[in-house]
């Protein structure tokens, strides 16, 4: 939600708020650029392996839970492991979404690795999405390597508001899909499947919203005042959901879990997303031939590649995974669009003014790791 949007449900408490409250409490939200620097080093992780690391946990998850590990074997030798804490199961019982997570992530790992001139050898060990070690890796140094740009990762973000309407231009559209064009296809706004997409969208939202169980799921996610931000590192924050403001302010000070319980919470988001999906200029969906742990792993890679393109382009996007959590919607979504392939990925495009600075919160690298 932006400011304009929340003030509907936050008016009557700033009128009561009260200036010496206001002068005690959180000001601005916390985010990102506020994290202090992790200084108390507890394993044995070298400048190298740190870095790669912090970088690869920039990747995307849903509600930022960030569901990942990292068992700690020896020196550039580790086992990405998929973390049962932080699974969603009101809207991902099979974990299919943590999976495409963790397959941002070792896209990541590649990228942070190359840039300081090592490959990877990773070796798939996960049969299903519930396993806890997901796959292997090893960093060679190698000199002769394609150094990554990072900057590139440390920018990405996640944009939810002020998409304009505007049509891609077809060389960015080419641009962003090369050599994915079997997996990832662009609705441009002119087309019947994107009216499809809108509708089923806010469809799929107005069920979501109304089933308590995702609605509590998502309220132990959000991490509403800045010391419980500072403190778990993860999740959602007014900041993440463009809660700005005195809104903003409003929501880290006076809202709690069973506000977002509340049916004005639940309308609320209603709104917005029906707000949200007659601004753009388009969907990407990207797809998988099957949903077995390596496609979904591959898929979750193909999903970064894309994200890690669109800033350059200033062009937004938001994931919107509705459709896919919402079993009776769900059913219909490939007859609808004319796509055979399973869709795993639902991504609401478009381009932006200005491009904000990353927000969300990510956790100390230390903590990631197990022995």
Request: proline share 4%; with cysteine; net charge positive.
């Amino acid at each position: 939600m932006n400011r304009r949007k929340f003030l509907g449900i936050t008016g009557g408490s700033i009128v009561t708020a009260g200036i010496t409250y206001y002068a005690l409490s959180d000001k601005s939200n916390f985010e990102r650029a506020d994290l202090k620097p992790d200084t108390a080093v507890k394993t044995q992780l070298t400048d190298d392996e740190r870095q790669i690391l912090f970088l690869a946990s920039l990747a995307p998850s849903g509600h930022n839970t960030q569901p990942w590990l990292i068992k700690y074997i020896e020196p550039m030798h580790w086992i990405i492991c998929n973390d049962k804490t932080k699974w969603l199961p009101a809207v991902d019982p099979t974990q299919r979404e943590t999976m495409l997570s963790i397959g941002a992530f070792i896209q990541n790992i590649e990228y942070a690795a190359s840039h300081l001139g090592y490959r990877c050898q990773f070796s798939l060990m996960a049969n299903t999405n519930q396993d806890e070690k997901v796959m292997e890796v090893k960093l060679i140094k190698s000199g002769n390597l394609f150094r990554y740009d990072t900057k590139t990762i440390i920018q990405r973000r996640t944009v939810r508001s002020n998409m304009l309407t505007e049509a891609l231009k077809t060389e960015d559209v080419r641009l962003l899909m090369a050599n994915e064009t079997d997996f990832i296809r662009f609705v441009p706004r002119t087309t019947k499947a994107y009216q499809y997409l809108n509708e089923q969208t806010i469809e799929a939202n107005k069920i979501q919203s109304y089933r308590n169980a995702a609605q509590k799921e998502l309220a132990d996610w959000i991490r509403f005042s800045n010391k419980d931000a500072e403190q778990y590192r993860d999740g959602l924050t007014p900041g993440s959901m463009e809660i700005e403001g005195i809104s903003g302010w409003v929501v880290r000070n006076f809202y709690g879990k069973p506000n977002v319980m509340g049916n004005s919470f639940r309308d609320q988001n209603i709104k917005q997303a029906e707000q949200q999906v007659a601004s753009s200029a388009g969907w990407f969906l990207i797809t998988s031939k099957d949903a077995s742990v390596p496609s979904l792993i591959e898929t979750g890679r193909r999903m970064q590649r894309l994200f890690l393109k669109v800033r350059d382009q200033n062009i937004a996007i938001h994931p919107m995974t509705q459709i896919l959590e919402e079993p009776s919607i769900h059913q219909g979504l490939n007859a609808s669009v004319g796509i055979t392939d399973r869709v795993q990925f639902i991504l609401r495009t478009g381009y932006i003014k200005d491009y904000p600075e990353p927000v969300s919160l990510r956790r100390p690298v230390d903590w990631l790791i197990r022995s």
